[in-house]
T-cell receptor
């Protein structure tokens, strides 16, 4: 059974820092990996989708990398801002034809002004 | 920008009552999903729906749950007889295709069972 783990569980940084969030998964037979942002009491906003054949994806100040064989992905946030404060979730879709996303428990990020 | 919408945003019900949670997926999307998130826990998959039928469901999605696409725009989740442990945030999502496409999530319905 696929297990997704995110480290750290919480992170507090001063504004302007570059930071890395980690996601690991136990079964490397994934089809894609998706990073989401969740604000308190709100829905999930899709940030980046990486296909299993890709190594990285970029959107603005966000860069996500994927090392499928080692079961790891990182989300790099450049020049963090207070508005980046949220919980960041990663989720994987298996390549077995199963459509469900399996989620990690998230990293709660606080960017201090 | 098109988005998934859900109603109501918050539903309070008594144990044993039926509830229907509603979703309007993005209009050109073909695959629809329900997930739930119990407070403090991970987001969990419930069910996926394609071509007017369930394509996949988790072990959580037992006989108490059902889904329906009653018309061309709405997608509903019904819980027949709610239990205390059904209290959670329920998210609807949709995607254009199952593979090679992102799942886009709605804002959620917070269900509180008393």
């Amino acid at each position: 059974k696929q297990e997704v783990t995110q480290i750290p569980a919480a992170l507090s940084v001063p504004e302007g820092e570059n930071l890395v969030l980690n996601c690991s998964f136990t079964d490397s037979a994934i089809y894609n990996l998706q990073w989401f942002r969740q604000d308190p009491g709100k829905g999930l906003t899709s940030l980046l989708l990486i296909q299993s054949s890709q190594r990285e994806q970029t959107s603005g100040r966000l860069n996500a990398s994927l090392d499928k064989s080692s079961g790891r992905s990182t989300l790099y946030i450049a020049a963090s801002q207070p508005g980046d404060s949220a919980t960041y979730l990663c989720a994987v879709m298996m390549d077995t034809g199963r459509r469900a996303l399996t989620f990690g428990s998230g990293t709660r990020l606080q960017v201090q002004p | 920008e098109p988005e998934v919408t859900q109603t109501p945003s918050h539903q309070v019900t008594q144990m044993g009552q039926e509830v229907i949670l509603r979703c309007v997926p993005i209009s050109n999307h073909l695959y629809f999903y329900w997930y739930r998130q119990i407070l403090g826990q991970k987001v969990e998959f419930l069910v996926s729906f394609y071509n007017n039928e369930i394509s996949e469901k988790s072990e959580i999605f037992d006989d108490q749950f059902s889904v329906e696409r009653p018309d061309g725009s709405n997608f509903t989740l019904k819980i027949r007889s709610t239990k205390l442990e059904d209290s959670a945030m329920y998210f609807c999502a949709s995607s254009v295709q199952v593979l090679n496409n992102e799942q886009f999530f709605g804002p959620g319905t917070r269900l509180t069972v008393l």
